[in-house]
């Protein structure tokens, strides 16, 4: 069972970036999929998810109407589309998916399986 962020790079401000996540040895369209990122010297922050049944959206207030979260079954893919970019975005991006059941993800205590993290700086 892996997942496998890619995408990040280097990008000036105002420009756009798509993340991956994808799965190995599991169904991803059975699970809620999230992504996470951690900056420099702060706490790893949510930043949006997907749920598993319904495909509902649901994003962190620094990102909506920049970021776009999506997930793509028949690749076992999960991506998330950065645009706009800022250097605050600047940070280690992570994915994760888990089990949502009839919960919304964002409320989701614990996420089972990550990926190993992919980096997107943002320049001014």
């Known amino acids: 069972v892996q997942l496998q962020a890619s995408g990040g790079g280097v990008v000036q401000r105002g420009e756009s970036l798509r993340l991956s996540c994808a799965a190995s040895?599991?169904?991803?369209?059975?699970?809620?999929i999230g992504w996470f990122r951690q900056a420099p010297g702060r706490e790893r922050e949510w930043v949006s998810c997907?749920?598993?049944?319904?495909?509902?959206?649901y994003y962190a207030a620094s990102v909506k109407g920049r970021f776009t979260i999506s997930r793509e079954n028949r690749e076992n893919t999960g991506y998330l589309h950065m645009s706009n970019l800022k250097p605050d975005d600047t940070a280690v991006y992570y994915c994760?998916?888990?089990?949502?059941?009839?919960?919304?993800?964002?409320?989701?205590?614990?996420?089972?399986?990550w990926g190993q993290g992919t980096l997107v700086t943002v320049s001014s």
């Open positions: 040895g599991f169904t991803l369209a059975y699970y809620a």
């Open positions: 994760a998916a888990t089990p949502d059941g009839r919960n919304s993800c964002p409320n989701l205590p614990e996420w089972n399986y």
């Open positions: 997907i749920s598993s049944a319904d495909d509902y959206t």
